[in-house]
């Protein structure tokens, strides 16, 4: 029969190493929330120094607590008491274990509102402009596309959910041009022309005060152009480079597909008139990363959101389907795509 000591000092160290990987596991799953905050506020610094920190002290704790207590057992020095101290680790464990839990929950809830925000904004915009319906949807799957084309310097640039975010809501601006002239038939006049390239600087003005207010000089750009003859004649040099990727995805959505005023061009079509104005109204280099894309990814990706072959596990799998990220439950095997457990964040 095992003596009492014996048993004290194994439930001891059982407690620190269940202690420990409760907390190690706390741990990577703080770090993914944090990454999940960092993406959503376009912070790249202070979150990561900030895990690192987190982590490297929690590896501390856990290592000096569990080899203490083991020196203790071989030297025979092992007090009875190590009991409690290993007890009050354990359940520390726990606590931060919960909060983390709760930190997940909460960060799921406010990704959630976000994601109807923005729908709700799309929906309205829509209601007023029914020829671009899905327009917008659009816009953001192919800033992505060629985001990812991009030289790895132009990259380190650009917060990609910034980038989609304010492809996202480039037009929200149109909430506040009249219907009539959004959706007249013909020609518009110097006047009516005039009111419609407010647009951008009332998008600004709706979104300063939110917590999109970062994207607003993205989005107020975004009709610049690079022989500076854009709506506020802002020189090519300082046009934001998202503003730039917006406005080439911007273009091509709109010849590629029906108007009030006009059909939809061919592909091959909208891109001759997207090479026709490289170097005037558009950037070149994004223009000839763009045209380097099949007609087959370009459609395949500009599919709306709800027709996707997507899971619904989470809001942070939601999120990043509609940014167009692959799904951490996605695997791709020889009979079609396959979804394991979720990784991500839970609400």
Known sequence: MLSGGIITEALCLALILVGAVVLGWSSVRHYRT????????????????????????????????YIFVATAKETGTFDPEFLLVASIFFLSSLVVMFMVNMQQKLMG????????????????????????????????????LIYHRLPGPMKAQINLVR???????????????PDNILNKPGKLTSEEWAILKQHPQRGRHILERTSFREICDVILYHHERMDGKGYYGLPSGLIPLESRIIAVADTFSAL???R?????YSFD???????????SHLDPMLVEIFCGLSEERINAMSL?????????C?????????????????????????????????V
């Open 163 to 177: 980038l989609k975010d304010a492809a996202m809501l480039h037009d929200i601006g149109k909430i506040g041009i």
């Open 256 to 258: 590629y597909a029906d």
């Open 304 to 312: 709306p959101v709800a027709s996707k072959d997507r899971p619904s």
């Open 34 to 65: 944090l990454a999940f905050m960092r993406a959503r506020t376009y912070d790249r610094q202070f979150f990561s120094i900030f895990v690192c920190g987190l982590s490297i002290i929690m590896i501390i704790v856990i290592f000096t607590g």
């Open 269 to 279: 079509e909208a891109h001759a008139i997207l090479r026709a104005s490289a170097g």
């Open 260 to 264: 009030v005023y006009r059909k939809k």
């Open 109 to 144: 809830a406010i990704a959630n509102k976000r994601l109807d925000t923005i729908h709700s904004m799309i929906c309205a915009i829509e209601a007023k402009d029914i020829y671009t319906k899905g327009h917008s949807e659009q816009v953001y799957h192919l800033v992505g």
């Open 314 to 346: 989470c809001s942070y799998c939601e999120l990043t389907a509609l940014y167009g990220a692959t799904c951490p439950r996605r695997k791709e095997t020889r009979r079609g795509p396959r979804f394991s457990r979720c990784i991500c964040p839970k």
